[in-house]
């Protein structure tokens, strides 16, 4: 939004002390520097407020809150933090950016951060009837892999990009019979697609051979030469592709192939910042090997 403040300060427009960034989140100080270490996190994308927010990018807010704040309180000397929103006009919001304010704090830095409001004198019972929301039934959403066999190992992976190419990260996430392991890692100049295939082929490499394998990936670039056929035929034409071309990332399609060498794979693909939990699990660990890279 070009006359937001906040997308200007995103943009370079405007100066500003940043903290951290990654692809999602902004978080800089602010320049009230009423409390020290006062810092402001934004999304990259704009919304006005917690009410208009989706809740994937309120979620990774307050998960850079967390890390900031935490970083704050282990690394910094602070005992604690503050998290707090304004949303909307008559709770005192400045800026229409949605946005939280994360407040470092020490025993005895003599701030009062939640102040003393007094009592509004109403009867909670009768609060508590006007105001209580009706109760809706929230059944869980499927997963993908609740149909899959309990003898199969369930392997969800996926890669992530800041820049293409750019810095990189990748994650799979292995279950088999109530048991995880978690794998994740980053490159430099890299690109998005060599990490979801590297993502798949790291999580192929540390199953025994012997087993059936389901790979849950949300890259199309990385399940369809699997589901469409393609990848025979690659080899077929020696790594050709239908038009004379060479097949990208040739070595990293040749290791995948090594990796599923004694295995049973069925690729399966998955709609990507959905509802899928381990889908969203991989992408939060492969962003933060990207942020790893960063600092």
């Known amino acids: 939004m070009k006359d937001c403040l906040f997308c200007k300060i995103i943009n ?3 100066p500003s002390y940043k903290i951290y960034e990654d692809d999602f989140c ?6 009230a520097n009423d409390v020290y270490g006062h810092t402001l996190v934004i999304p990259k994308r704009h919304y006005e407020s ?9 979620a990774r807010m307050i998960e850079t809150c967390k890390k900031i704040g935490n970083h704050y309180v282990k690394e910094c000397g602070f ?33 009062t951060i939640l102040t003393n409001l007094g009592e509004s004198g109403a009867e909670l019972e009768n609060v508590c009837a006007e105001l209580k929301m009706k109760e809706e039934k929230v059944e ?3 997963q993908p892999h609740e149909d899959v066999d309990k003898n199969s190992v369930v392997l969800y992976t996926d890669g992530a990009c800041s820049g293409n190419p750019g810095n990189g990260g990748w994650a799979a996430i292995l279950s088999f019979k109530g048991k995880e392991k978690i794998l994740s890692g980053g490159e430099k100049d890299t690109t998005n697609n060599r990490m979801e295939l590297m993502a798949i082929i790291q999580g192929l490499e540390a199953i025994k051979k012997g087993q059936k394998v389901v790979v849950f990936s949300d890259s199309a670039y990385s399940v369809n030469p699997f589901q469409q056929g393609w990848i ?7 790594w050709r592709t239908a038009g004379g071309d060479e097949v990208a990332n ?8 090594d990796a599923m060498e004694g295995l049973d794979v069925e690729f399966v693909k998955v709609k990507g910042h959905s509802d899928n939990i381990n889908n ?15 600092d």
């Open 280 to 294: 969203n699990r991989c992408d939060a660990l492969a962003r933060e090997e990207i942020a790893k890279l960063k």
């Open 12 to 14: 370079g427009e405007i």
């Open 250 to 257: 040739k070595e990293l399609w040749q290791r995948l192939l």
């Open 26 to 31: 902004y978080a800089f100080l602010d320049i």
């Open 79 to 111: 005992e604690g933090y503050n998290i707090v929103n304004c949303t909307g006009k008559a709770a005192q919001q400045s800026v229409f950016h949605v946005h939280f304010h994360i407040l470092p704090r020490k025993t005895d830095d003599g701030k």
């Open 50 to 58: 917690v009410m208009t927010a989706d809740n994937q990018t309120l």
């Open 140 to 142: 869980a959403t499927k």
């Open 232 to 238: 025979t035929k690659w080899v077929m034409q020696g």
